[in-house]
């Protein structure tokens, strides 16, 4: 399977076409926003030796972040990808799960954030990366610091979430629409809920 990373649009879509890993219809993300595509990465994450390479490719950029002490992921998604980010720099690898009775992100499992160390915080795929920035609170709570950010996919044609840099193996834009935009042809496709998040 392809590793090199791709430099274009057209070259982003191929390799996640080669990898089974996008996906058209009518979906509702995470965000609450529609899309009529989905990126599956799962179908990117079971493939680990593959993603690794593509992650070692971008090793340099997370390094001049600055120190990492800590890689972050949220669960479940971002965790395969967090624990090999975390031995590519070479960091302590936690992730935070849902609370299912209070949707929010919780640390279990004795993880814990020492004052002073800085997080990387790490996803498969962002479209406005607002789980991500739910991290942040008991991050800065417990006295830790933002480095930035990884993510194999960014769709969300920025390179930054909130005021924390990104780094990303792939970048790619589809159209994502507010639920009270969707195009007529793409509301006419009943929409699918893929995920985890609970989207109030």
Known sequence: MRTELPTSPDETIELLKDYGAVEQGHFILASGNHSAYYVKKGKLVQH???LQKMIEQRVDEMKALGQIDVVLSP??????????VGLAVHARTIYAER?????ELELKRGFE??????????????TTGGTLLELTDFIA??????????????R?????????????????????????EVPEELAAIE??????K???
């Open 48 to 50: 680990p030796w593959e």
């Open 75 to 84: 669960a479940m998604g971002g965790v395969p990808v967090g624990q090999q």
């Open 99 to 103: 609370n299912p009775e209070t949707n």
């Open 113 to 126: 954030i020492k004052p002073g160390e800085r997080l990387l915080l790490v996803e498969d795929v962002i």
């Open 141 to 154: 709570a417990q006295g830790g610091e933002v480095a930035g950010v990884f993510v194999v996919v960014n």
């Open 156 to 180: 969300s044609g920025k390179d930054k979430v909130g005021d924390f840099p990104v780094v990303s193996c792939m970048e790619i834009q589809f159209p994502v629409y507010a639920p009270d």
């Open 191 to 196: 929409a699918v809920r893929p995920g985890t």
């Open 198 to 200: 609970r989207v109030e």
